[in-house]
């Protein structure tokens, strides 16, 4: 039944225009229903929720049905305008400001709720401009970071809620079938539909009245980005997002979705106990867990950092480094020293050197990981690297732990070894002195200009996504 404040405004004006209709006041009304009219103006206000009982009586009374009374849509423009109105006045923006909310009465016309309802709308859509300027996506991206930090990049809840829809779908063991994934996204009212013109701006698309799940043509059967990216859009269901109202929101849902689909893909039961048999056997290794599961180098170094802290008492950092040495993915719980700019923000530094990370790049084999020793100002630590490339160029996947530590890894005999001093400049930033004193004043490079994750976002109902081309692409399918 009614439960949230706008459907009991919604259901009190249904009331309120059946009661007029009818030509009764409040209490003559409360009288036919055996109620005082002061409540009856209480459940009209959208204040207080009707028994069913009560709803029955007054359906009666008024000659309609409770169906009639309990429908969703507002009962005339009049209706409409006010419960606008209220949800405007009642929004966390609105109620900032510490402005009194203004009372509608029956003398109010029409065109003054307008052009207050005006205001309204222009005040969201300035806001929602602001929401994502660079400085505050940095701000948010690094809040979010320290906040997983101090979990050890571990979220039980939904691990708990992965573990729970993986078994209601059959899953066993091993890595996570397409078919499941089908059957996943049945069970939540959901068909998986392949389109290959999905809106530029989004990675899939949600069909919430005829439960459809839209998400890029099947091009490499048995990848593991399809899976993830069905069971991202799922997690939006599962975990109760409405659209997000700030940048941190955003970035809190981005990593709640990625979250659930690297606990489905490796299940925290049978991922950790293949991890336990591994450094007991003191083999452990990022390739043979991405085997095992059959995911992505990356997905498997990352899903490390969710486990491995809290099961295996192991600290550990990761690194996805792009080829000009930037810093795309990073995670570390061990205290490597990282690049950091005055915010605080790590994404986008540029990495040491001298780091494994930047160091697999120049080795010659790149079909097996790099592994290596590296000396910093914090500690020896060991490192093990792959390189891969992707559409935007090549990149490294490194997963490293303390020095301590490195006994429970494969390729802990390794004989490279690396000096960092990074952040001293004289590590790795500055050439050497003949070198510099030759070319100084005699060099001028043109810069290439990063285009990070940190550029504002497109305002609209959900940041990031051009919601006319979502809602044209809606139109398109839902008559096929
Ligand atoms: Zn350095």
């Given at each position: 039944m009614a439960s949230t404040g706008l459907e009991l405004s919604t259901l009190g004006h249904r009331i309120r225009h059946r009661r007029t209709q009818a030509a009764l006041t409040l209490d003559d009304l409360g009288a036919l229903v055996g109620v005082a009219g002061s409540q009856l103006s209480l459940i009209e206000n959208g204040k207080r929720e009707p028994k069913l009982s009560l709803l029955q009586a007054i359906a009666e009374a008024t000659g309609t049905q409770v169906s009639d009374l309990i429908s969703g849509e507002p009962p005339n423009g009049r209706a409409a305008l006010e419960i606008e109105l209220e949800r405007a006045q009642n929004s966390s923006v609105f109620r900032q400001l510490g402005i009194a909310p203004i009372r509608v009465t029956k003398g109010m016309s029409d065109a003054t709720i307008e052009s207050i309802l005006g205001l309204h709308r222009e005040l969201v859509r300035r806001e929602s401009e602001a929401i994502a300027t660079p400085e505050e996506a940095r701000r948010a991206n690094t809040e979010l970071r320290l906040r997983m930090r101090a979990q050890n990049n571990h979220l039980p809840d939904i691990e708990q809620l992965a573990e729970k829809q993986l078994k209601a779908a059959g899953h066993v063991s091993g890595a996570l079938t397409h078919r499941t994934v089908n059957i996943m996204a049945e069970r939540l009212g959901f068909e998986l539909i392949y389109v290959d013109d999905l809106p530029h701006s989004t990675r899939s698309v949600t069909d919430l009245e005829h439960g459809r799940i839209y998400l890029p043509p099947a091009s490499i059967p048995g990848g593991h980005g399809l899976r993830s990216m069905a069971l991202q859009a799922m997690a939006h269901r599962l975990l109760g997002h409405t659209p997000p109202t700030s940048y941190a929101d955003f970035l809190q849902q981005r990593l709640e979705i990625n979250y659930f689909a690297a606990c489905c893909l490796i299940p925290e039961t049978a991922g950790t106990a293949f991890l336990q048999q591994a450094k007991k056997d003191r083999n452990l290794a990022v390739e043979d867990f991405r085997d095992a599961f059959g995911v992505t180098h990356e997905a498997a170094g990352m899903r490390m950092t969710n486990l491995m802290t809290v099961h295996l008492g192991m600290s550990l950092h990761f690194l996805r480094v792009d080829e000009t040495g930037a810093i795309t993915r990073v995670y570390e719980n061990d205290d490597l020293p990282l690049p950091m700019d005055v915010t605080g923000a790590v994404e986008g530094q540029p990495v040491c050197q001298r780091f494994s990370a930047r160091i697999a790049f120049t080795q010659h084999n790149r079909t097996t990981e790099h592994y290596q020793y590296t000396d910093t100002p914090a500690g020896t630590y060991w490192c093990s690297t792959q390189t891969g490339s992707s559409t935007d160029g090549g990149f490294s996947v490194t997963v490293g732990v303390p020095f301590d530590d490195a006994r429970w890894w494969r390729g802990r005999e390794t004989s490279h070894r690396a000096q960092s001093t990074c952040p001293d400049e004289s590590c790795c930033r500055r050439a050497p002195a003949d070198i510099a004193e030759r070319w100084s004043g005699k060099a001028w490079p043109s810069a290439r200009v990063h285009t990070h994750m940190f550029s504002p976002l497109p305002r609209g109902?959900?940041?990031?996504?051009d919601d006319g081309e979502v809602y044209e692409f809606l139109d398109r399918h839902a008559s096929q």
């Open positions: 109902n959900f940041p990031g996504v």
